[in-house]
């Protein structure tokens, strides 16, 4: 993070094995740090592994943290995204589609706390109405986001974390 005047040398912000979430993508790990020539110019690298999706993302370090790229949450954060889910949803009264969008561009933000909002605000109960298809696929990307995380935090599987958040929306439901 830090930066020396001569602005050559640069602390690197992330480790090879350390878990990060990168914002489009959600979490990976840092598995290499590579220097690459790119254009004629030499660059360093963070090369991001995302097991789930199978791909590899190479996020040159000087640009990471403007790119979104971070840590983990911690366990602060993540009990105010598990508290997020708990409570009432907030549906605006405007176009599907400009929802959508908001929904998509929180989602894509990296945010905790704006994926747990898009899990609370598209969750629908036994009692409640059917979703539509577009509906279904943001709620399940949010979820799906938010459990990676969440797994990842607390250091368990992909089904503990689902888990976890399934018992946090029921809570809901029954305040």
Known sequence: MAKEAQGDIQELSFGVGQSVVYPAHGVGEVTAIEKQTVAGMSLEVYVVSFDQDKMILRVPTNRAEASGMRALAGSKLVDDALKTLGGKARIKRTMWSRRAQEYEAKINSGDLISIAEVVRD????????????????????????????????????????????ASSLAKKKAA
């Not at 598209?122 to 969440?150: C, F, I, K, N, V």
């Open 122 to 165: 598209l969750h629908r109960g036994e009692d409640q109405p059917e979703q539509s298809y577009s509906e279904r696929q943001l709620y399940e990307s949010a979820l799906d986001r938010m459990a990676r995380e969440l797994a990842a935090v607390e250091n368990t599987d992909h089904d503990t974390a689902m888990e976890r958040l």
